[in-house]
């Protein structure tokens, strides 16, 4: 698992690049981790380059959401995988975690009126 970060309209961008499995266990919570202790509060996980995505993959997801929340903060999932909507659907995380089709979209629901519809 790789993370590029960057930023659009000061939201904080991670670009998710590999596999989100058990074998990278700690990568995501290392760097929200840091977004967090640096201060940030919108952050939009870019997940279109993700190939697989197992449970303790959707448990770090929910981690990240829970460290940003903690903080009063708001993260959005875009561009998830079928297989990942589904399963968070099958789950009924997607009442909690928050998913947009594109980044453009997650940035624009983070930049615009402020409120996130889940």
């Known amino acids: 698992m790789r993370i ?6 000061g ?3 991670f670009v998710l690049v590999g596999r989100l499995v058990l074998e990278t266990f700690g990568t995501l919570k290392d ?4 977004f967090v202790e ?3 509060c919108q952050l939009v ?4 380059r993700v190939s697989y995505v197992d449970s303790i993959g959707v448990s770090e997801l929910v981690r990240s959401h829970t460290m940003v929340d903690i903080q009063a903060g708001t993260v959005i999932l875009a561009a998830p995988p079928r297989h990942l909507t589904r399963l968070l659907a099958l789950t009924h ?9 594109t980044v ?3 940035v624009t629901q983070l930049t615009g009126d402020g409120v996130i519809d889940v």
Not at 31 to 34: C, I, L, S
Not at 45 to 48: I, Q, T
């Open 4 to 9: 590029h970060t960057y930023d659009a309209d």
């Open 104 to 106: 453009s979209d997650a």
């Open 38 to 40: 640096r201060g940030g």
């Open 31 to 34: 760097h929200v981790r840091g």
């Open 45 to 48: 996980l870019d997940l279109a």
């Open 11 to 13: 939201v904080t961008v």
């Open 93 to 101: 995380l997607d009442t909690v975690l928050t998913q947009r089709q």
